[in-house]
């Protein structure tokens, strides 16, 4: 993971327990204060959203126990790997494209990111400048030569 992936999941963590998760509480509170619980649809919403919240606090927590910061000077640009940039060309129409293999938390498909667990990702990684990946995707294979690898 990158320091920036390390940053965002530390925000999203302590937006969620120092907002979100007092937004909730009030929440909860103000539906318990209009009377008879059984018949509530307010607070069985509220209590559901605290649920989700929570799950997610502890999968976010667990992530970032379990989270490596990668340093770049231990990545080789020889070959792709996670957290290098990929030029390809496609085969299919000779369109080129540039990967950054990244995390899954980090994947953003806008930003050019792609999740070490996709199809693409996993047909690059391992491959050297001139050599052609071939991807099963699912709307068939494709077929891409790797231009250039970078930082």
């Known amino acids: 993971m990158t320091e920036e992936g390390l940053k965002k999941l530390k925000e999203e963590l ?3 327990e120092t907002v ?8 909860i509170a103000e539906a318990r204060e209009k009377g008879d619980l059984s018949e509530n649809a307010e607070y069985d919403a509220a ?6 919240l929570e799950t997610k606090i502890a999968q976010l927590k667990a992530r970032l126990m379990d989270a490596r910061v990668l ?3 231990d990545i080789r640009t020889d070959e792709v790997q996670i957290l290098t940039k990929v030029r390809v060309r496609m085969k299919s129409n000779g369109m080129e494209k ?5 995390t899954e938390g980090e994947a953003n498909i806008a930003e050019g990111k792609i999740s ?3 199809p693409i990702a996993k047909g690059l990684l391992g491959k050297k400048v001139g050599e052609i990946a071939q991807v ?5 294979m494709m ?3 790797i231009l250039e690898i970078s930082l």
Do not use: H, N, W, Y
């Open 20 to 27: 979100e998760r007092p937004r909730i509480i009030d929440a």
């Open 98 to 102: 540039v990967f950054q293999i990244v």
């Open 136 to 140: 099963q995707v699912p709307a068939g």
């Open 14 to 16: 302590q937006q969620l």
């Open 71 to 73: 340093d770049a000077s």
């Open 116 to 118: 070490v667990t996709t």
């Open 143 to 145: 077929e891409f030569e």
């Open 47 to 52: 209590k559901e959203a605290q649920g989700v």
